[in-house]
């Protein structure tokens, strides 16, 4: 479930304004409109489920609705490799 951050604390009920980096996301790569729901976690730790109310050119409005749980941290512990390639390989790689 994906979700974005909001820089205080939320209550349900209330209108917020977003702006920065997280409102240019929703804006620019989810395309999301009025009326639509995504989820938004606080700087307490608490997600919401939020209808947005209002698009500007930098900035929206949105109002949390209801709290939802926040899933438990995977036990799965994940770790990433890189081979190291040849000589002339790894000269390749670093000159592009």
Same mark, same amino acid.
């Given at each position: ?6 820089? +205080? ?9 977003? =702006?920065?980096?997280?409102? +240019?996301?929703?804006? #620019?790569?989810? !395309?999301?409109?009025? +009326? ?9 730790? !608490? ?12 900035? $929206? =409005?949105?109002?949390?609705? #209801? ?9 799965? !512990? $994940?770790?990433? $490799?890189?081979?190291?390639? =040849?000589? #002339? ?6 000159? =592009?």
């Amino acid at each position: 479930m994906s979700y974005f951050i909001f820089d +205080g604390v939320l209550e349900c009920g209330r209108q917020y304004e977003l =702006k920065g980096e997280e409102a +240019g996301h929703i804006l #620019k790569s989810r !395309r999301l409109r009025v +009326g639509d729901y995504f989820f938004i976690q606080d700087e307490q730790g !608490r997600r919401f489920e939020v209808v947005l109310q209002n698009l500007s050119r930098n900035s $929206l =409005k949105f109002v949390p609705e #209801k709290t939802v749980p926040v899933p438990p941290q995977s036990p799965l !512990r $994940l770790e990433i $490799l890189q081979a190291l390639p =040849k000589e #002339k390989a790894l000269d390749f790689i670093l000159q =592009k």
